[in-house]
């Protein structure tokens, strides 16, 4: 079982819509949860980090977080077309260890 | 800009050579890492420096590869007698153990090596 998993897409959502994207991980004592957006070619960007189970918003993004389930989600609004991206789930389990998903695609048809 | 700063970005090589990649934290972090990433996958840990202690690396990794983080601020990675297999993109990133940004890694532009 892979530590931390991601369907890898693309997930395709026409623009204006919720962009719904999971991630499960296995380390029960993971403490930190992070997102973050890569571009073809670029570097990862850090959009959203959580750390308590619930809902965190800012802007357009919302992250989710349910420990019991080992599950987090991004929800994005409104998605535009420049949203169109790999969005890479990121787990920290309290070392220095982060590991990451293999990304989901994300396309926002116009 | 504060942000962190990889140098170079791009580098072709031949297979056998050395080279030698630089990292520029953000000021105020005392943590960096170095990841591998190739297509289609997730950032894939190489090594960890807490200031100048290098205080993990990865068992995948070879021999071949070493880092550096000399009076914990920049840092180096070097691969020697460079493989094909070794072509990726190189990815520095840090984060703080303090503050309001506490563990959130902030990556660099990468270097993209290129073995021929």
């Known amino acids: 079982q892979k530590e931390v998993e991601q369907n890898s897409g693309p997930l395709s959502v026409p623009e204006g819509a919720i962009a719904s994207l999971n991630c499960t991980y296995s380390?029960?004592?993971?403490?930190?949860f992070f997102w973050y957006r890569q571009y073809s070619g670029k570097s990862p960007e850090l959009i959203m980090s959580i750390y308590s189970n619930g809902d965190k918003e800012d802007g357009r993004f919302t992250a989710q977080l349910n420990k019991a389930s080992q599950y987090v989600s991004l929800l994005i609004r409104d998605s535009q077309p420049s949203d169109s991206a790999t969005y890479l789930c990121a787990v920290h389990s309290g070392t220095y260890k982060y590991i990451f998903g293999t990304g989901t695609r994300l396309k926002v048809l116009a | 800009d504060t942000g962190v700063s990889q140098d170079p970005r791009h580098k072709i090589t031949k297979r056998g050579q050395n080279v030698t990649f630089r990292c520029d934290p953000i000021?105020?972090?005392?943590?960096l890492y170095w990841y591998r990433q190739t297509l289609g996958q997730g950032p894939e840990f190489l090594t960890y420096f807490q200031n100048e202690a290098q205080l993990e690396k990865s068992r995948l990794l070879s021999d071949r590869f070493s880092a550096e983080r000399p009076k914990g601020s920049f840092s180096t990675l070097e691969i020697q007698r460079t493989e094909q297999g070794d072509s990726a993109m190189y990815l520095c990133?840090?984060?703080?153990?303090?503050?309001?940004?506490?563990?959130?890694?902030?990556f660099g532009p990468g270097t993209r090596l290129t073995v021929l």
């Open positions: 380390d029960r004592v993971s403490q930190s």
């Open positions: 990133a840090s984060s703080s153990s303090t503050g309001i940004s506490y563990n959130e890694q902030f």
């Open positions: 000021s105020e972090h005392n943590r």
